[in-house]
């Protein structure tokens, strides 16, 4: 079955640090290409990060405080976020698609169903 499931999200003061995760049990990660994105509330969804066989891929906003790995036995891609803002608060998404490189953030064919992150004193 093809499905991504995130988890991790929640609620963190500013300057605290979440671990987002994103379940892909049905796919081969060294052929697809995994990004998160943020959707923030009333925006639209923006591209954050990308992991791929080959690369790495992060926005500028993010650079020095998100990482992003993956466990290729375990067919997980975490997002560590550290230091986080209250402009970070939104839903995170992960997405899939077939490929070895991060080629940007503009077509993914898989989704998950998002995971709720909020930064707040």
């Known amino acids: 079955q093809v499905q991504l499931v995130e988890s991790g999200g929640g609620l963190v003061q500013p300057g605290g640090s979440l671990r987002l995760s994103c379940a892909a049990p049905?796919?081969?990660?060294?052929?697809?290409?995994i990004g998160w994105f943020h959707q923030a509330p009333g925006k639209e969804r923006e591209g954050v990060s990308c992991?791929?066989?080959?690369?790495?891929h992060y926005v500028d906003s993010v650079k020095g405080r998100f990482t992003i790995s993956r466990d290729n036995a375990k067919k997980m891609v975490y997002l560590q976020m550290n230091s986080l803002k209250p402009e970070d608060t939104g839903v995170y998404y992960c997405?899939?698609?077939?490929?070895?490189?991060?080629?940007?953030?503009?077509?993914?064919?898989?989704w998950g169903q998002g995971t709720q992150v909020a930064v707040s004193s």
């Open positions: 049905g796919f081969n990660l060294d052929d697809y290409h």
């Open positions: 992991i791929s066989k080959t690369d790495t």
């Open positions: 997405a899939a698609d077939r490929g070895y490189y991060c080629s940007g953030y503009g077509w993914y064919e898989y």
